[in-house]
């Protein structure tokens, strides 16, 4: 059973445009997300968080979204830059697994100039 | 501040050979986590400790895989024997206390090839 679901595995976006990318989750204990970038032959690096206390979390260019009655968080990258195109994996935890996250699958974002 | 270091990089070996990762978590984190990252499967939690003590070993695929922690400095995942379907990319990452809201730190990983 995968608690965290990316559904889309790619997303091709013009440069200036917005990346929107979609996460869904089953499990209502999780109370703290995470966004993470990875590029090839790399580690993926955190990008953003929100706690379920919010349901928007802004930093620069990302922006993440949450709506707990539908389970489903968003990132948005405004403008959309050649150098975001990597990997997004979204990420969940609960208090009571303190250190430990379950990962979606992961989105591909292409960004073309 | 030097980040997760994981080695080898690269590893290929046949199958049958014993396969040790390592890994050198931030100096400071007292999480450290051991992924595998596959086509398939995604990036999936194998095992992590809390201050050098195993918490979960419930992604642990089988008694072939063994991961260590013999001080806060080092770890350790051990494939003996390997098999073809252990080819994977291999992640390490640290995390300092009250982890469930502190980000995890990833090391660059192992990709590893079993012949």
């Known amino acids: 059973d995968q608690q965290v679901k990316q559904n889309s595995p790619s997303l091709s976006v013009q440069e200036g445009r917005i990346s929107i990318l979609n996460c869904d989750y089953t499990n209502s204990m999780f109370d703290y997300f995470l966004w993470y970038k990875k590029y090839p032959a790399e580690g993926p690096t955190f990008l953003i968080s929100i706690s379920s206390i919010k349901d928007k979390n802004e930093d620069g260019r990302f922006t993440v979204f949450l709506n707990k009655s539908a389970k489903h968080l968003s990132l948005h990258i405004v403008p959309s830059q050649p150098g975001d195109s990597a990997v997004y994996f979204c990420a969940a935890s609960r208090n009571t697994n303190a250190g430990k996250s379950t990962f979606g699958d992961g989105t591909t974002l292409t960004v073309k100039p | 501040d030097a980040g997760v270091i994981q080695s080898p990089r690269h590893e290929v070996t046949e199958m049958g050979q014993e396969v040790t990762l390592r890994c050198k978590p931030i100096?400071?984190?007292?999480?450290l986590f051991w992924y595998r990252q596959t086509m398939m499967r995604g990036l999936e939690l194998l095992i992590y400790?809390?201050?050098?003590?195993?918490?979960?070993d419930s992604g642990m695929p089988e008694d072939r895989f063994s991961a260590k922690m013999p001080n806060a400095s080092f770890s350790t995942l051990k494939i003996q024997p390997s098999e073809p379907r252990d080819s994977a990319v291999y992640f390490c990452?640290?995390?300092?206390?009250?982890?469930?809201?502190?980000?995890?730190?990833f090391g660059d990983g192992t990709r590893l090839s079993i012949l």
């Open positions: 990452a640290s995390s300092p206390e009250r982890g469930y809201q502190q980000p995890q730190h």
């Open positions: 100096s400071g984190h007292d999480y």
């Open positions: 400790f809390n201050n050098n003590v195993p918490i979960d």
